[in-house]
């Protein structure tokens, strides 16, 4: 139906940057919502940043204003820039969509960022 596919994950150090990106194919007619999620080992996953309609974003306080979120729409594709990265930003970052007019949505398999010095 629909495939996601992540990537830009990596070994950073504390205060580096990442952009990751999520590119959205398969049956696609329109996307709702483009969003990232991140799990730490032992933890659930939590929400990290999503993007809506006409470009309406939001951020979890632990990422405000050093993560951004933005997309590529003639290429179905999200990123997330993430600056200022903390070792506590350590997780598998995953890329998740929703289309119109469908319930539910589609994830990614997941790219590691590890923050370490």
């Known amino acids: 139906q629909v495939q996601l596919v992540e990537s830009g994950g990596g070994l950073v150090q504390p205060g580096g940057s990442l952009r990751l990106s999520c590119v959205a194919s398969g049956s696609i007619f329109s996307i709702r919502v483009m969003g990232w999620y991140r799990q730490a080992p032992g933890k659930q996953r939590e929400f990290v940043a999503r993007i809506i309609g006409g470009g309406n974003t939001n951020y979890a306080d632990s990422v405000k204003g050093r993560f951004t979120i933005s997309r590529d729409n003639a290429k179905n594709t999200v990123y997330l820039q993430m600056n200022s990265l903390k070792p506590e930003d350590t997780a598998v970052y995953y890329c998740?969509?929703?289309?119109?007019?469908?319930?539910?949505?589609?994830w990614g398999q997941g790219t590691q960022v590890t923050v370490s010095s």
């Open positions: 998740n969509v929703g289309l119109v007019g469908q319930l539910g949505g589609y």
